[in-house]
């Protein structure tokens, strides 16, 4: 397993704006993703963060609206850019080693004004 | 393709009682499956996987899940419900074969209450 942390784990913040979700694990891992979560609902994938290379999108998720980075095998962040209510959601960090199972932070809880 | 399908939105049990959580799978070669719990606002948890070998998987909290490969279902049990045990819980699936893709698809969720 792993200690994922995420950072801020709740944020209020303006329509317009942007924001940026940290995501540091304590062990190098072979896979970061990115979900999206309705409070009660089960998680859409938003992208597969690269490392050194440019982040894999899923079908309705783009990289001008959601940039991702993965400077290394330990980090990741995601960006909510331009935001609006819309985007009010929980966001999920997500890693594992290719053995299957997937290890999660506790979230980030985005509400949109 | 790979799916996977909780027809329950919210299982209601009474404590001490047997719990079951429906899961069923649809994958084009073998597949992995997963069990997830998620507590109010916290992330996702891993409960329990089967890879192969034995049909009965035992987790944590003493769960435990069993692969129907007729039926394609794995089913998440307990024998005796406790109310710590009301909670969020995800089904996942990822197909095993070659092309298929190391990200697991997730069931929508099921609700378990468990009341005193």
């Known amino acids: 397993s792993a200690v994922i942390s995420q950072k801020p784990s709740r944020d209020i913040c303006q329509r317009g704006t942007s924001l940026t979700i940290q995501c540091q694990v304590d062990?190098?891992?072979?896979?970061m993703f990115w979900y999206r979560q309705q409070p009660g609902q089960s998680l859409t994938l938003i992208a597969t963060?690269?490392?050194?290379?440019?982040?894999t999108y899923e079908s309705g998720f783009v990289i001008d609206k959601f940039p991702i980075s993965r400077p290394n095998l330990t980090f990741s962040t995601l960006t909510v850019s331009n935001m609006s209510p819309e985007d009010s959601s929980i966001y999920l960090c997500?890693?594992?080693w290719g053995t299957g199972e997937l290890f999660f932070g506790e979230g980030s809880r985005l509400t949109v004004l | 393709a790979q799916s996977v399908a909780q027809p329950e939105d919210q299982v209601n049990v009474a404590e001490g009682n047997p719990l079951t959580v429906k899961c069923t799978y649809s994958?084009?070669?073998?597949?992995?499956l997963f069990w997830y719990v998620q507590y109010p606002n916290r992330g996702l948890q891993f409960l329990l996987k089967?890879?192969?070998?034995?049909?009965l998987v035992k987790g944590s909290y003493g769960f435990e899940a069993e692969f129907n490969k007729s039926q394609t279902s794995f089913h998440l049990k307990k024998p005796s419900a406790l109310v710590s045990d009301s909670a969020l819980y995800f089904c996942?699936?990822?197909?095993?074969?070659?092309?298929?893709?190391?990200?697991?698809?997730f069931g929508r969720g099921t609700s378990l209450i468990v009341h005193p």
């Open positions: 997500s890693v594992g």
């Open positions: 994958v084009s070669g073998n597949p992995y």
């Open positions: 089967y890879i192969t070998g034995d049909n």
């Open positions: 996942a699936v990822r197909d095993k074969g070659s092309g298929g893709s190391y990200i697991p698809t």
């Open positions: 062990s190098q891992v072979t896979m």
């Open positions: 963060a690269n490392q050194g290379s440019e982040a």
